[in-house]
């Protein structure tokens, strides 16, 4: 077997700093004192004992109502330690630390203090000396934001941590992150994906925005274009009284679906915080009722229609069971209808919301408070994201009402915008806050004006969360293109939003650090690999074996991968006398992978010898790659099509090259007896994938797209193909 990982091999500057201060560098940073006598290995560890008194405590402060006991959280760690430091521990209860032992307890909830002076839940006490490591949490929550810290410094100091003891407890109770879940869809494994990357940098909250529309251009479009425009409402319900209001199934969660987002997140610590919009962005419900529409405006709803209220406590109603959060958004984003109607709407749902569920609501920041209106109720929380619609502090904070920080500072348009970056500001992380061009923290909304800003204990911030928007819709972007948006964003957020102070020498090392080795997602499409060659089959070492049994006789082969890694083929296609495989729908060859992200060269030396339309030359867990008959991938739902396409009846080199945010084909002619070309080394010329996005119904912009690679089955039933393949590789290189 070979060790791909090797969680201590780089050189640990970074361990050095940690040992003499008083701050461990760990993302966030994490308060410690060091007794400077010593440090405890990991490797020595051989059990997590949970303390027995506290296996079954849950912490009911939070914001899920589906918090983990201790014990379940115990048993994620212990999961956590042998995917990503190859620790093997038995999981025990008892009353004492064992030697060698990680021991997980609960302490004086009231020793941990958040910016405002108020005790949180979330806290914890690292405890490390010669006879193992103690993690104390205010609760079982905060004892699990303990064992992200020991994860992280066993991989930053070469698995050593020093002896010593640190309180630590987030400044912030929000901290996370919104996907624009609406105008892209994104299955429920990614959103899970995400929540471990959130929650592996101390992150809890990941509000889900489930429904919008594209812009609707009122000075443009028809109302018959209207009508057609893309607009999403991604649950899926199979109640009578909203049959037709989610589109799609394929690309709408299911309750089960829901929940088992909802679970897998909550079971590391992040809640998933719906957000179902209305009365703007409200298009997806308008197609469904016409009769709902503003008349100014067919993608807002005119609240004092009879049937809006009644249609929005419907919707609501039907779904705020399947939601296991306390709070949920009810949108109510940049209306441009009445404010006292919009004030009323508000009022009305945070009502009817509470009444049904026991629920609080949020919305945008909107229509501020003013002595005219009949105002927004003040247990109404705000999630301000513009100075243009409001002023966070002087607005709402002095009114009493509390805000959450989504300041559009940290604002991404996914691939293409005229107003917002493709990837977080991360250095506004380091020099964001105007009072003194230091670090920015969740209570600074301006970054220009320091007097826009409240005091940083001010009980009312409520934290902050950083939205993704897909404005430009399904097809601009492949789901992996909003983690990619947000991967440094994240652990430079998540730092600060617990109030963390790294700077960003100490945050790049660090983060580079960590990065290959968070558990419970592979966003990268990472594939372990001993040099730049994943795989590398021929067809020639092709070896066959018969069997026979009482349903008969049939024959297996072997193809071995000759990287070295052990990845060896499998299929049931025949061989042809020239020692290739034979593909066709009737047979299938399969690799042990199923998808490579970025970088990578996938090549292929083949003939098609006949091929329907949408063949699928090579699929994967991701993409495939079709002849449409021009040669295209399909990803996340959308096709992306080149003006080429395959010959057939003539042996090919075929390549795909993910080469950072783009993606690269080419297409050589070659014979039987040419070796697949070194990589970097084809000189056919390429063309690129594109996205093409429509802005606005005014003009398209032309994009690149960065597809990870299909690798996981050529043939099989679907495949619409018959042809031979010799060779294929994947490598690291692009
Ligand atoms: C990491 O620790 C191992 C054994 O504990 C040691 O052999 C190795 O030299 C250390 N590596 C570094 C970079 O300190
Ligand atoms: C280490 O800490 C544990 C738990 O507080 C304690 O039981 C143990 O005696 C300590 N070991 C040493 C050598 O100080
Ligand atoms: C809203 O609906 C009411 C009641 O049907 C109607 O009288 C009014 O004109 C509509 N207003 C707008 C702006 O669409
Ligand atoms: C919110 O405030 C309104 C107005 O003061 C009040 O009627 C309502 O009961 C409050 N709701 C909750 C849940 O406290
Ligand atoms: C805000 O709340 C404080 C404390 O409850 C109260 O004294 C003050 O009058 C309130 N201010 C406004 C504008 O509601
Ligand atoms: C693509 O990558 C380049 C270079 O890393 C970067 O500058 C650009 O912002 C990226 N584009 C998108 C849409 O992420
Ligand atoms: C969902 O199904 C529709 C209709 O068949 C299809 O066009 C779309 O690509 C599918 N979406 C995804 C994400 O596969
Ligand atoms: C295909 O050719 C058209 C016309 O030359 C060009 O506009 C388009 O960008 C090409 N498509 C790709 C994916 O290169
Ligand atoms: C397929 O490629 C041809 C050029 O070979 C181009 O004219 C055509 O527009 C392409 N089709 C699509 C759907 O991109
Ligand atoms: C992508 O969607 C936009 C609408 O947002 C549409 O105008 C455009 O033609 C689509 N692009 C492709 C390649 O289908």
């Not at 698995?159 to 869809?185: C, I, K, V």
């Not at 934290?463 to 909003?482: C, I, K, M, Q, R």
């Not at 010329?685 to 912009?701: D, I, K, P, S």
């Not at 960065?706 to 290189?733: D, F, H, N, Y």
Request: glycine fraction near 8%; hydrophobic fraction near 40%; charge should be negative.
């Amino acid at each position: 077997m070979i060790i791909f990982r090797k969680p201590y091999a780089w050189l640990t500057a970074l361990s050095h700093v940690a040992i003499v201060t008083s701050r461990l560098v760990g993302i966030p940073i994490v308060p410690f004192t060091a007794s400077d006598d010593g440090v405890y290995s990991v490797t020595s560890l051989k059990e997590l004992v949970v303390d027995s008194k506290f296996a079954e405590s849950r912490d009911e402060t939070g914001e899920t109502l589906i918090p983990p006991s201790l014990q379940e959280f115990a048993k994620t760690f212990a999961a956590d330690l042998s995917s990503t430091l190859d620790l093997d521990v038995t999981v025990s209860n008892g009353n004492v630390a064992t030697p060698d032992s990680i021991f997980l307890t609960l302490g004086d909830p009231s020793k941990y203090l958040d910016v405002t002076g108020a005790q949180t839940a979330e806290g914890y006490t690292l405890s490390v000396n010669s006879s193992g490591i103690v993690i104390s949490g205010a609760s079982p929550l905060g004892a699990w934001w303990g064992t992200r810290t020991v994860l992280q410094q066993a991989i930053l100091s070469n698995s050593s941590l020093p002896y010593g003891e640190g309180d630590d407890a987030p400044g912030w109770r929000n901290r996370g992150m919104m996907l624009d879940a609406a105008r892209h869809y994104y299955p429920p494994e990614f959103v899970i994906e995400l929540c471990s990357y959130m929650s592996f940098f101390k992150q809890n909250i990941f509000q889900i925005h489930l429904s919008d529309n594209l812009y609707n251009n009122v000075a443009l479009y028809s109302r018959e274009r209207s009508l057609q425009l893309g607009a999403w409402f991604r649950l899926w319900s199979d109640s009578e009284d909203l049959a037709g209001l989610a589109k799609l199934q394929n690309e709408s969660y299911t309750k089960d679906q829901y929940e088992e987002m909802q679970s897998a997140c909550a079971s590391r610590g992040v809640t998933l915080l719906p957000e179902i919009e209305a009365p703007g962005h409200s298009l997806a419900i308008i197609q469904w009722k016409p009769e709902l529409a503003l008349n100014s405006d067919i993608s807002q709803l005119n609240i004092s229609y009879p049937d809006t209220i009644p249609t929005m406590k419907t919707i609501w109603s039907t779904f705020l069971p399947w939601f296991q959060s306390k709070t949920v958004h009810i949108g109510a984003d940049e209306y441009t209808g009445d404010p006292n109607e919009y004030n009323r709407f508000v009022n009305e749902m945070a009502g009817y919301i509470h009444q049904e569920s026991g629920k609080a609501i949020r919305i945008w920041g909107t229509f501020p408070p003013k002595p005219e209106y009949d105002n927004v109720y003040q247990n109404v929380s705000v999630q301000h994201w513009e100075f243009f619609e409001d002023d966070p502090y002087h607005d709402y904070i002095l009114n009493n009402y509390s805000v959450l920080n989504s300041d559009d500072t940290f604002y991404t348009v996914n691939k293409w915008s005229g107003s917002y970056p493709q990837v977080v500001n991360v250095a506004r992380t380091f020099n964001g806050n105007p009072a003194d061009g230091g670090i920015w923290q969740p209570f600074v909304f301006d970054t220009k004006v320091a007097t826009n800003n409240p005091e940083k204990a001010n009980a009312l911030v409520l934290g902050a969360v950083t939205p993704l928007w897909n404005d430009y819709g399904p097809n601009a972007t492949v789901f992996s293109e909003a983690y990619y948006a947000w991967k440094d964003g994240i652990p430079a957020l998540g730092d600060k939003q617990w109030g963390g102070d790294l700077s960003a020498s100490e945050f790049t090392p660090a983060f580079e650090a960590l990065l290959p080795f968070i558990p419970g997602q592979n966003l990268d499409r990472a594939i372990p690999s001993a040099s730049s060659t994943i795989f590398e089959y021929d067809s020639k070492a092709a070896v066959q074996t018969r069997h026979y049994s009482f349903q008969g006789v049939w024959t297996d082969t072997a193809v071995a991968d000759q990287s070295g890694n052990g990845y060896d083929a499998t299929t049931d296609c025949p061989l042809t006398e020239d020692a290739t495989l034979s593909i066709s729908p009737s047979c299938t060859f399969s690799t042990p992978l199923s998808s490579k992200g970025r970088d990578y060269t996938l090549s292929l030396k083949l003939k098609v010898d006949s091929a329907d339309q949408d063949a699928v030359l090579i699929s994967g867990g991701d993409s495939s790659l079709q002849l449409t008959p021009n040669l295209s991938l399909f990803a996340s739902g959308n096709y992306y099509r080149l003006n080429m396409t395959v010959p057939t009846g003539t042996w090919v080199t075929l390549s795909i090259v993910g080469r950072g945010n783009h993606t690269f084909a080419s297409v050589a002619e070659t014979s039987l007896d040419e070796a697949l070309p070194e990589v970097g080394s084809t000189t056919a010329t390429a063309e690129e994938f594109l996205a093409v996005l429509g802005v606005n119904g005014e003009r398209f912009v032309w994009a690149p797209i960065a597809v990870e690679a299909p690798i996981k089955q050529l043939g099989g039933a679907g495949a619409g193909w018959t042809g031979e393949l010799a060779a294929m590789r994947l490598s690291s290189v692009a």
